[in-house]
T-cell receptor, first 112, second 113 residues
Framework: DGGITQSPKYLFRKEGQNVTLSCEQN?????MYWYRQDPGQGLRLIYYSQIVNDFQKGDIAEGYSVSREKKESFPLTVTSAQKNPTAFYLC???????????FGPGTRLTVT | GENVEQHPSTLSVQEGDSAVIKCTYSDSASNYFPWYKQELGKRPQLIIDIRSNVGEKKDQRIAVTLNKTAKHFSLHITETQPEDSAVYFCAIAGGTSYGKLTFGQGTILTVHP
């Protein structure tokens, strides 16, 4: 877990602005994931990437975009099209053929 | 898509009692069943997992049981302690969703001293 960093821990934005959340890992894991967590709900998958230069939509991709130009980095952009962007965003990684996912510390985004 | 139902949503026990949380799933091809513990404001931490070829797995005070026929699995915590208080999530993976985890809605466990 210590090998996954997310910054910043807290982020505040005005409605209508795009914002990019950072996720960096030094675990040499191929797969990376973005989840959204709302109060009283489980984690919902936004986007995931199994390998560099490739990514797929998860269950709630609308209003979000990602890139995977480097193995170590998987930034998530929350666009103004996302209707309810205020949430806790968690990045995770998975290595090799293992199913285990390891989570970063999360970024709490507040949009007003 | 895959669906995971987790019950109960809240669970309150006295210190020393046992706690059981159950998850049911729909995708019979699922073959990986982890449990995560999340303390307030923190990241989820994997506490135990089980593969489909195993019926039960124990690690000290926690255990997971799997019934593939009935498509449900459970987390058992014995001799609960106040520090066990947290939100617990089950998840599934495998089959049609290799590498992707689908999470249950979570259970808020409170252990009263």
């Amino acid at each position: 877990d210590g090998g996954i960093t997310q910054s910043p821990k807290y982020l505040f934005r005005k409605e209508g602005q795009n914002v990019t959340l950072s996720c960096e890992q030094n675990l040499n894991h191929d797969a990376m994931y973005w989840y959204r967590q709302d109060p009283g709900q489980g984690l919902r998958l936004i986007y995931y990437s199994q390998i560099v230069n490739d990514f797929q939509k998860g269950d709630i991709a609308e209003g979000y975009s990602v890139s995977r130009e480097k193995k170590e980095s998987f930034p998530l952009t929350v666009t103004s099209a996302q209707k309810n962007p205020t949430a806790f965003y968690l990045c995770a990684t998975r290595g090799g053929r293992s199913y285990e996912q390891y989570f970063g510390p999360g970024t709490r985004l507040t949009v007003t | 898509g895959e669906n995971v139902e987790q019950h109960p949503s809240t669970l309150s026990v006295q210190e020393g009692d046992s706690a059981v949380i159950k998850c049911t799933y729909s995708d019979s091809a699922s073959n990986y069943f982890p449990w995560y513990k999340q303390e307030l404001g923190k990241r989820p931490q994997l506490i135990i997992d089980i593969r489909s070829n195993v019926g039960e797995k124990k690690d000290q005070r926690i255990a997971v049981t799997l019934n593939k026929t009935a498509k449900h699995f459970s987390l058992h915590i014995t001799e609960t302690q106040p520090e066990d208080s947290a939100v617990y999530f089950c998840a599934i993976a495998g089959g049609t969703s290799y590498g992707k985890l689908t999470f249950g809605q979570g259970t808020i466990l409170t252990v009263h001293p």
